[in-house]
């Protein structure tokens, strides 16, 4: 018995804007999306520096951190957050990012370690499948 | 027909047709047909709508340029003057804006709207930590009086209209527009442009706050009745409903929130003793006319038009009609553009504008159709002016005021509007006003509540949008040319600003700085107003970033609640 609710605790997610973009409505329904499917969500907020969303990330014991960027500042922060969790000595941290993101960017953020990037147009089930297949 | 068709024989006759026409009633193609305020609408409209709505077109509609003002704010409208052409655009650095700015003002569009980067709106400088990898990225990176010699040079700010899309430091913005323009030798009473300066949707919706929103208050009404005394056509606040409903507010919470936060800040105006018909003036109303859903977007103008001039002259006892009609620039927002077969956002735009025509705006702005992958290409900002222009130009939509008033439906819809404006307008004063509203996340949640649910409708296909999610495309479509800020404009900027700070007259810009310090720490009044020192400040090369930090160190930050 014990075993099975352990396998049944709800996956942890911490959701955040990345750097000073607020475009926060995808963010946002992302959030109530996640939770109304039975996930645990945190969202930061705004104008958080990669340094405060990997101290978050690491206090709060997620599974996934969904970072969400719509003004550019990706290809510069987003690595910032992968390189911090490696120093910190955290490898296997499900780090998925979201918003808008130019196509030809997104080889370079899965190969520094993003585990995948949702554009504009993403069904919120795709978001919430691709979470419950990854999070080991 | 009014005399005629009496209504106990419309009546009559409607029951027999719906008799008639039951079985086929039941093939239509939804069970309910909704507005995106998720406003019930009927099979048709009839005289008997606006009767059961007591229509009276004296008190409803009346006249243009007579109050309510709902049919138009002045009594010739379009046909004496065509509404203004603008685009909302900022490239990375001051030249590269330049260049462009020059371009659209040739096209026909003398209106410049300035996009400013994220750091330059938050005010950090590009040399500030919190800066790297944003400089220039989605407007242009200006912060001192240096970057607007450059911005605007051979750009007469006599004849060009400038707006600045521009918050919580939009009176450091200002303050450079004036400088500048004295500079050019232009007389302050010639100056028409506008500044965004609503800070109380920033907390709710766009994000780009800085000070507590007392100071931020404060701020705005500095700057307001400062422009209202020195520039007298320069117009020093937008309030915006536009970014509320980008953020997914439908369309009543739009109308009831924006004017809400107009009304909060004529109080704190006149807390201050400021004279309504002096501060109301210099307001115009930042709206939004998107393409979905077509009647409601006119029926929303109308009614916004009513409800303001109500409760300016009742509730505030504005005399003047400039302050009493509200006046509008209005836009399609990015949210309703897509990249799938990106050039159906044409359309989109078009209609858009077609919108806008029909509710009597005065500006007009309608997107670039590849926005949905970057900063516009000038390609796609001046198919965009084109587009207006069309739409303005050769259909003769402008020719006649208010065209659709005395329709059955848009006259039921824009009372039905009125209504539920009013209700939630009143909901908000029972929980205390904007600030209020916004200090507990009423806003915030009624918002995100209005997005979610707008999200499922979206992914279920409730609600349609062509080549997106229906009629998709198996090839994907991308524009030729996507715009990109190159990563070297920060390293630049910042030595544009490394240089600039060794240059100039330091101990000028330290006595400007020790004096706006000095103002922000006394109180607040009518006559202590922080605009004069903050032009002294500017005029000695102070950046954005150096004003920002002196107004930090005296108010703080704000701490945004979460509304999750």
Redesign the interface.
Known sequence: MKSTQEERRPIRVLLTKL???????GV??V???LRDAGME?I?L???K?PEEIVTAAIQEGVDVVGLSSL???H???APKVIKLFKERGIEKELVILGGFV??EDIPQLKEVGIAEVFG??T???EIIHFIEENVS | MYEKDKPANIKRAQESWEEKNIKQFENERKKEFLTESGIPLKRVYTPLDLADKGFDYLKDVNFPGEFPYVSGITPTMYRSQMWGITQYTGYPTPKESNEWWKIQIKAGAPFIVVAYD??SQ?G?DPDRA?????VG??GVSMVSQKDWEVAFDGIDLGKVMVSQVYNAPAMVGVANYLCFAEKQGVNFNDLKGFCQNDILKEFIA???FIFPPVPSIRLVVDLVSYCAKHVPQYLPLQVCSYHLS???ANPVHEAAFSLSNAFAYFEAAQERGIDIDLFAPGIILLGTCNHAHFFEEIAKHRAMRKIYAEVLKERFKAKKSESQALKFFSGNGG?SL???QYLNNIVRNTVGALVGALSGIQYVNVRGYDE???IATNEALLTSIRTVQVVGYETGVMDVIDPLAGSYYVESLTKELEERIWKELKNIDDRGGALKCIETGYFQRKI?ED??KW??DF?SGIKARVG?NCYRSEIEE?PVK?Y??S?KVEEERISDIRELKRKRDNKKVKKAIDEIRATASAEATGSNNLMPPVMEAVKAYATTGEICDALREVWGEYT?I???
Do not use: W
């Open positions: 750097g000073l973009d607020s475009h926060d409505r946002i329904i959030a109530m999306a969500v969202y907020g705004r104008r520096t003004a550019d500042a290809n510069v922060l130019q196509k504009p147009g069904k919120m089930e | 994220l750091p938050l950090f919190l800066s790297q990898g944003e990225r989605v766009r994000g780009m980008e953020k997914g949210v897509y990249q799938e949905a992958f970057g995100a997005a979610y999200q499922k992914e997106v991308r996507i990109r800020c990563p945004e979460s509304v999750f």
